[in-house]
């Protein structure tokens, strides 16, 4: 542990020797399209299939009706419930939004399928959209009220965060092979979680378990929007059992951009105020979270998290915190890397920079101050957190060593003198990482191989190298004796996943577990092969934070803005492999960046997608990063045997707080005091102009 060697899932991965859900080899299958709703509320009137069915090579074609019995997603209730919409693997009688599936097509191949969708009749009604609140929580401590009447200053702060589409590389599919003999399914899913597959399909077909297998094989990219079930997968199994058939479906671009669940969208207002010495005396947020068409498996997570994540790493003695989850006519909304986190750390981060304005303070020294020190930790925040273990200021006073800041900001008052619109941010933020339990099960052959089986799956991340890395370490073996197995149902405990930054802690901590007790048997003298079972339990989340700092300079007459540096320190707890912690700060920076600078979904008011596709969606590319240096310090997690803290979604916080407040710092001798994002050339020269004198639109003729 603590060397990067070479990953090992790279030689087949990078080569293309990868297998993915889609080349899966099946007997016959029998290929999907469904019709998809082309309005975003109405109630069908009326569906003819009959010339589908009468194309050529058209199996079979479904309709709500034929899927109407079958039951409902669960859904994790981190957040007190009001009413879960119901689950529609196939529009019944009411459609929620555009793309959403109402009629599906089997066929021999996929271009039959589309031939016959092509002829699917549908009449709806329309009616008008209606957002319903499906969950909501408050929280609250202290007097706010008081605490605002005697403030010396109060600042404010709207947040809407653009809705973004997590497009991995691969999109979702599914392919399901049927055992007539047994009367089973072995279902390949693109998933982060492949018993969760099991179990709600379970329930949701009302088979089973063991009638079902799930294997994630290689998985391109997930980001959280591979954590929960579909529709469209469901439908894939329930037809490989109705007509006892192999089944394949595998999303086309457009059809991610519809139905996929998207994340963000989150709208928050924030109020804080201060005394005259700067101390932050309380914090007031509202966080909107909108759902979707239904609601995923981890679907209200963003609304807690973007929530109770508040207030990060500050001490605020009074505050009132509230979110509600509304379900609006859209494409479903889920965690998506970050899941809340970022919200929660932006609205923070700009409501402190704004504070430190207020009172004319350096933005790191306001930080500091008012940040809990070392031995306030461990702390409960009055939002149910238990920030475990750190010391926040050293992030700051590390990253104003290595960003050498005096230098920066000289630097950066000269150019803001010289006329140039030139921008510094820094951005502290918090990421909790998950809770509960993983599996593992290692055993220790005569031969003195190991194998690990790990209830944690992996989408291209290095979960395997990271693991036998543990386990090598922890059974004084050669990481090369060590085969990491998961992903299948059929050989892996069962396991929750791979999720929201809780692989290496918890997963991680289960093999140690395992390895650990292998080693004391093996020192009693017990013969080999000894294997060993643990669940593992953390005893809370362990909290990774850091600090960024961005600098960028923004064109005056075309609003382009240029990133120029990126300088972070993260602490990530015990680190297992350098290389793959620092790729996963980079990759999440990248999305930061690509939430904060351009991705962007839009609907229309009538609820239709105006960015379906790539060149209405802006990725980023290599081309929009900056340079970027990492450091990290290692204060080890008390709430887990490895001491981890997960990564996996720290870029995504840090970056768009940091970007926001360098973009803000850099317009600030214009009189701008807030932007949204994405901070396109569009929306700065948008705000460059509104700001400038004489350039008032339409004045300027
Ligand atoms: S957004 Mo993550 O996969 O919990």
Known sequence: MGTSPAKREDRVLVTGKGCFTDDVALTDPLHICFVRSPVATGDISHVDCTDAQHQPGVVAVHTGVDVAHLGNLSVNPVIPVDTVPDFPVLAHKTIRATG????????????????????VDLSIDDQTARDVLVASQCWSTGDFDTAIATAAHVVTCSIRHPRLAPSPMEPRAIAVAYAPDTDTVTVWHSTQTPHR?????????????????????????AFGMKASLYPEDVFAVWAAFRHKRDVKWTASRSEEFLSATHGRGVVSHGTLAVDNTGAILALKADIHAPLGAWVPNSGLVTAWNAARVLPSGYRV??????????????????????????????????????????????PVAFRCANLHSATDLPHDTATGNTLDSGDYARALTLLRDKADYAA?????????????????????????????????????????????????????????????????????????????????TATAPEGIGALASRSTPIGGSAVLAACTDIA?????????????????????????????????????????????????????????????????????????????????VVYDAD??????????????????????????FEIPSPTNILGAKGVGEAGTIGAPAAILNAAIDALSPLGVTDLQMPLTSETLWRAIRTAEPGHEQGTDQ
């Open 100 to 119: 959403q599936p109402v009629a599906a097509v089997l066929a021999d191949t996929r271009d039959l399928a589309q031939d016959g969708a092509d002829l």
């Open 197 to 221: 597959t099991r179990s709600e399909l379970a329930a949701i077909l009302n088979v089973n378990a063991d009638r079902i297998r799930v294997i994630a094989p290689h998985v391109g990219g």
């Open 317 to 362: 003695a009074s505050l009132e915190i509230s979110t509600r989850a509304i379900q609006t006519n859209h494409a479903p909304t889920g965690i998506y890397r970050g899941a809340g986190r970022p919200e929660a750390n932006c609205l923070m981060e700009r409501l402190v920079d704004k504070a430190a304005r207020a009172v004319a303070q350096d």
């Open 408 to 488: 920066q900001t000289a630097e950066r008052d000269r150019r803001q003198a010289a006329g140039e619109l030139a921008g510094l941010g820094i951005a502290f933020y918090v990421e909790p990482s998950g809770s509960g339990w993983e599996s593992a099960t290692v055993t220790l052959h005569e031969t003195g191989a190991v194998t690990v089986a790990s209830g944690s799956s992996s989408q291209g991340h290095g979960r395997e190298t990271a693991f036998a890395q543990i386990a090598a370490d922890a059974l004084d073996v050669d990481m090369n004796q060590v085969a990491v197995r998961f992903g299948d």
């Open 520 to 600: 004391k048997r093996r020192a009693k003298g017990e013969g080999l092969p000894i294997t060993a079972s643990v669940c593992y339990e953390n005893t809370g989340q362990a909290w990774g934070y850091g600090a960024y700092l961005v600098t960028l300079s923004i064109d005056r007459d075309t609003g382009v803005p240029t990133l120029e540096r990126i300088i972070c320190v993260d602490d990530t707890g015990t680190i297992v492999n350098p290389q793959l912690v620092k790729g996963q700060i980079l990759g999440g920076i990248a999305q930061g960046i690509g939430e904060a600078m351009l991705e962007n």
């Open 607 to 632: 609820g239709q997608l105006l960015t379906g596709s790539f060149m209405d969606y802006a990725m980023p590319r290599a081309t929009d990063m900056a340079p970027t240096a990492l450091h990290s």
